[in-house]
């Protein structure tokens, strides 16, 4: 459903971010990039998110090229972003505006039960915690009903048991979501990799390029603790460290 | 579950209740503590004047100056000075606050016009307001629109600078979230600039106000035959402390309580800012 050929980004002062990315995302997959920071993971995920142009290669959503941001495109940052004016319920709303009223109530309300904020719909973001807050923005992305969610380090500013609880919830919604979304997430964290994603694609950086792309074949719901889990996280561990040894 | 509070709460997140059905609280009488120093101010001045310890003819008691405001109220001429002063200090503050509004959020929000305008308008804004004066009068001559012109000069600039620094400094992530919404110029100017402009606007709009308070007292001075800033005149003139007291209090009560309503304004349309002035409150 997503198709990047070739995509190479070199900004302004003559960087190159990016060079000749390729990777084809199957609709209802997850996959993760995964690499150290700095290593053009975010500017990858801005350019399918219409934010930022290629500087070479495409982007195809359904075969249609992508070059600003889309409808059909959710995006979910590394922070909440909540507009701190708006009530939660009026932020959840904010990219449904142009639909009718009624239609507006209806989801903005079940979106808010799935996330477990409805008690929550009038107060202020300057009321929530983080995590809280970072649910919000979530129930943002998912009021628009995406067919391809992007998530840039959704949860890198939440503790662990936030963190923990915040990415079950998510697994929870797209295992319950008809059509079922595809995802695609950027992230430093392995086991945030590990837990959520059907691939694995390990980026080295300087120009940012792929390494490996891992499948993980490891059932669901999976057990952070169980030793398949901890070998595939050696695995990848191993793929981001040869690039480290290089540098 | 102490533990589930975590690292990012700015505040203690509401129980649900209280979240859903915010009426805030009435807030609690407190004794007003900045009233007492004023009080023993002007109760020693009373004394002092009544015992003939102040020279009657330079600094007249509390008391008497607000006999003069009183016979002042009773011929209806003080009612006439107000509204001139009134009148002219919001026709100034409309005229220099819409114009500072519109090239403050031109200049704010398109590069090209801040480049082509700004350099002129802080050049502009460096001579000092009251060297327009003579300009001013030579210009439109002494009477109403010289003074209007010259008071909406001093609302202009803050006004001006409150919005288009509010502009620039409106967060980029925040903008972002717009463009992913794929909001038009119009709709993100509305849905983000806009609010997120509010808090500069309003201080801005407080300074203008300040600045627009003092320029009428000099537009009044520099010839008005009514209005505040006359009875200042009138009462140097004619060697009356008390008149020149009385409309200096004046001056202070009607610039507190305009300054009162704009903030009043400001702070119910920023009820959702997270400020340590809010969140102290």
């Known amino acids: 459903m997503l198709q990047l050929s070739h995509i190479g980004k070199q900004f302004d002062g003559g960087l190159v971010a990016l060079a000749n990315i390729c990777l084809h995302l199957q609709a209802g997959e997850i996959v993760t990039l995964v690499g150290a920071s700095g290593c053009g993971k975010s500017t990858l995920l801005r350019i399918v998110a219409g934010l930022e142009r290629p500087s070479t290669g495409r982007v195809l959503l359904e075969g249609e090229p992508l070059t600003a941001p889309h409808p059909a495109v959710g995006v979910i940052f590394q922070e909440p972003r909540l507009m701190p004016w708006l009530t939660v319920r009026d932020n959840v709303r904010f990219g449904i505006m142009h639909l009718p009223a009624a239609e507006q109530a209806s989801r903005t309300a079940a979106v808010l039960e799935r996330v477990g904020l409805t008690a929550f719909a009038e107060a202020l973001p300057r009321q929530l915690s983080g995590g809280m807050a970072q649910r919000v923005a979530i129930a943002r992305a998912l009021v628009a009903q995406p067919a391809l969610l992007l998530l840039d380090e959704p949860f890198s500013a939440l503790d662990p048991f936030t963190k923990t609880k915040l990415q079950d919830h998510l697994l929870d919604i797209w295992a319950d979501t008809r059509p079922t979304p595809t995802l695609l997430l950027v992230t430093h964290d392995v086991e945030e990799a590990l837990v959520l994603s059907d691939r694995v694609v390990v980026l080295h950086g300087h120009p940012g390029r792929i390494n490996q792309t891992l499948t993980i074949d490891l059932p669901r719901p999976r057990r952070r603790t169980c030793p398949e889990f901890q070998a595939w996280k050696q695995r990848v561990l191993d793929a981001l460290e040869t690039e480290v040894v290089g540098v | ?281």
Not at chain 2, 34 to 59: I, S
């Open chain 2, 1 to 281: 579950m102490f533990f589930m509070a975590d690292s990012l709460t700015l505040t203690t997140p509401l129980p649900p209740a209280q979240a859903t059905n915010a009426p805030r609280p009435a807030r609690r009488w407190q004794w007003p503590l900045g009233a007492v120093l004023p009080l023993l101010l002007l109760g020693a001045w009373e004394v002092l004047a009544r015992v003939g310890a102040l020279p009657p003819n330079l600094l007249p008691a509390p008391t008497k100056v607000l006999a003069t405001i009183g016979v002042l109220a009773r011929t209806g001429e003080l009612w006439q000075h107000l509204g001139i002063t009134l009148g002219r200090v919001a026709l100034g503050f409309g005229l220099g606050g819409a114009l500072g509004t519109v090239l403050g959020a031109l200049t704010g929000y398109l590069p090209l016009m801040r480049r082509l305008l700004d350099p002129l308008l802080q050049g502009l804004r460096n001579i000092p307001s009251l060297a327009w004066v003579p300009l001013f009068i030579l210009w439109m001559g002494i009477y109403e629109t010289s003074k209007v012109v010259l008071i909406a000069v001093g609302v202009f600039f803050p006004v001006y600078l409150g919005v288009m620094s509010g502009i620039q400094n409106v967060d980029r992530k925040l903008v972002e979230v717009g463009r992913v919404y794929r909001l038009s110029g119009l709709a993100l100017v509305r849905r983000v600039f806009l609010p997120a402009t509010l808090p500069a606007y309003f201080v801005g709009l407080r300074n203008g106000l300040g600045l627009g308070w003092m320029f009428v007292v000099a537009a009044e001075i520099m010839g008005a035959n009514k209005g505040l800033g006359f009875l200042l005149i009138d009462g140097q003139m004619t060697g009356r402390p008390q008149t020149i007291l009385a409309s200096i209090l004046l001056f202070a009560v009607l610039g507190r309580c305009t300054d009162a309503l704009l903030t009043q304004l400001g702070r119910r349309l920023l009820r959702w800012q997270d400020t340590h002035g809010t969140n102290a409150s």
